[in-house]
C-alpha cells in the first residue's frame, strides 16, 4: 500500500551495538562535493530544500514497503517524556511498523542469575508494541559480548554451564511468547521471532566463543533446538554481519545453515546485519542476497546502516558522501524488494535514527543513518524510498 504522507520532520534517538561491515578488519559488535540530485522532485519521492543534505518526504517508509520496515528502540526511550523522545516515538511510530530491542533484551540484561531473570525492560517494548501494534523482532539470546559477569566467571563444570544457557533460553523464549495480539484478523504473538545466536563465526572460522568453549562447537544447533522447544510456533534466525562483502565467511555460514536444515535443526531465517560502507560492498550485496535466499529460509535485513567515514578520510560531512550514501542505501533496499521473493521476505530493519544517536557516531566522525540530530529526513531516506519502490540505484 503506497500512500502518500507529508512526513513530521522532528525526533530522535538511538545508538551502540551490532557488527561492522568492513572490507578491512570488520568491528564486531560492542554494547555494543556536486549538487545534490533530486529524483522525484515534486512527486512521491519528495522535493529539494535549500540544505543539500536534506529533502522533503513525502511518503512513510513502512507505506512504501510490502514488508515489515523497523528500527531500534530501548525501554527507557519508550518511557521518557522528553521533548526529543516524544518526537522519537511520534516518528517510530509514523515511519515504522516492527522494533528490535537495541540491547534490552540481550542475556546481559536478563539474566540475573541461576533461575533469576528479568524481563521487565523487554515487557515494556511488548507493551508498547502491543498497544502501537508493532511487531516485536527478540535481539538476542545468545551473543558472545553479551554475557552477565557471573556466568562468565562461572567455576561450575561444562554440563552444568551448559544447563543454564538452557534453562535460560527457554525461560526466556516462554516468558516473551505469552502475550499476543491481533493483526490483519489473526492472533499472533507479540514477539515474532528471535535472533537465537549472534556471530558465531569470525571470517570463515568458527569463533572461540564461551559458549563454544563450554558447550562444544555444535552449541549453535542446541540453542536453536532449546528455542524451538520453548515455542514451537516462533520464528528463529541465525543474525552475522558481512555475509555481504565476505564471501568466505558467507559460505561458512551457509553450510552452517544447510547442515542445521540436513539434521533436521529447526531454523527459519537468516539475519544480514548490513552494516554497510558508502562504497562497499556493491557487486556483491546482490549476489550475498541470491544465495541467501538459495536456502529458502526467510530473509531479514536485520541491522541496516552506511558509513560514510570508515577510512577516516573526512573531517565533515560532505555532499558527495551524502549523495553516495543514498546510492548505498538505495541499493540495499533495490535489491531487497527484487531479489527476495514475497514469501522469504522478513523485512529490513534500520540500526537506529538519528546521525548523532548511531552506534558508529564517534564523536561526530561519521553520519550513518537517515535522519539529522532535529529528525529532518537525509538524502539517503529518499534513496531507502526509490528502493523500496523498486527504482534501481
Known amino acids: 500500500m503506497r500512500n502518500i504522507i507529508q512526513l513530521l520532520v522532528c525526533l530522535l534517538v538511538v545508538s551502540c551495538s551490532e557488527g561492522d561491515d568492513s572490507p578491512t578488519e570488520p568491528i564486531v559488535d560492542r554494547p555494543t562535493g556536486g549538487e545534490s540530485p533530486v529524483p522525484g522532485e515534486g512527486g512521491d519521492n519528495g522535493g529539494t530544500t535549500d540544505d543539500p543534505f536534506l529533502y522533503n518526504a513525502t511518503e512513510n517508509l513502512k507505506d512504501v514497503a510490502d514488508f515489515p520496515i523497523g528500527n531500534i528502540v530501548s525501554a527507557n526511550r519508550l518511557a521518557s517524556t522528553s521533548a526529543t523522545n516524544q518526537k522519537f516515538k511520534e516518528v517510530l511510530n509514523q515511519e515504522f511498523n516492527s522494533i528490535t530491542a537495541e540491547n534490552d533484551m540481550k542475556m546481559a540484561n536478563i539474566f540475573k542469575g541461576p533461575d533469576d531473570y528479568d524481563f521487565s525492560d523487554g515487557d515494556a517494548i511488548v507493551a508498547y508494541a502491543k498497544e502501537n501494534g508493532f511487531r516485536v523482532h527478540g535481539h538476542t539470546l545468545v551473543w558472545h559480548q553479551s554475557i552477565p559477569s557471573w556466568l562468565q566467571n562461572f567455576e561450575g563444570t561444562d554440563e552444568e554451564f551448559s544447563t543454564l544457557v538452557e534453562d535460560y533460553v527457554k525461560a526466556t523464549v516462554a516468558h516473551f511468547a505469552e502475550e499476543t495480539m491481533t493483526a490483519d484478523g489473526q492472533e499472533m504473538t507479540v514477539v515474532a521471532s528471535w535472533d537465537v545466536v549472534n556471530e558465531v563465526w569470525d571470517g570463515s572460522s568458527l569463533r572461540n566463543s564461551l559458549f563454544r568453549q563450554r558447550i562444544g562447537d555444535d552449541y549453535a544447533a542446541k540453542l536453536f533446538t532449546w528455542a524451538r522447544e520453548a515455542d514451537p510456533d516462533v520464528k528463529l534466525f541465525y543474525n552475522d554481519y558481512n555475509i555481504a562483502g565476505e ?67 573526512i573531517s565533515e560531512f560532505t555532499e558527495d558522501r551524502a549523495q553516495v550514501q543514498e546510492e548505498q542505501y538505495q541499493r540495499a533496499a533495490y535489491n531487497y524488494t527484487q531479489v527476495v521473493p514475497a514469501d522469504q521476505q522478513y523485512g529490513i530493519t534500520i540500526w537506529g535514527f538519528r546521525d548523532q544517536d548511531s552506534w558508529l557516531y564517534e564523536g561526530g566522525s561519521d553520519w550513518a543513518l537517515l535522519y539529522d540530530e532535529d529528525f529532518n529526513t537525509k538524502i539517503a531516506h529518499r534513496g531507502m524510498v526509490a528502493g523500496l519502490r523498486g527504482e534501481a540505484p
Do not use: C
Not at 286 to 307: N, P, R, Y
Open 247 to 313: 564471501p568466505s565467511k558467507r559460505n561458512a555460514i551457509l553450510n552452517m545453515v544447510n547442515n542445521f536444515k540436513t539434521n533436521n535443526v529447526p531454523i527459519d531465517g537468516i539475519g544480514m546485519q548490513m552494516h554497510l560502507n558508502h562504497n562497499w560492498p556493491v557487486d556483491d550485496l546482490s549476489t550475498a542476497i541470491q544465495d541467501v535466499v538459495a536456502t529458502g529460509l526467510l530473509v531479514h535485513i536485520s541491522e541496516l546502516d552506511v558509513k560514510v567515514n570508515y577510512d577516516d578520510q
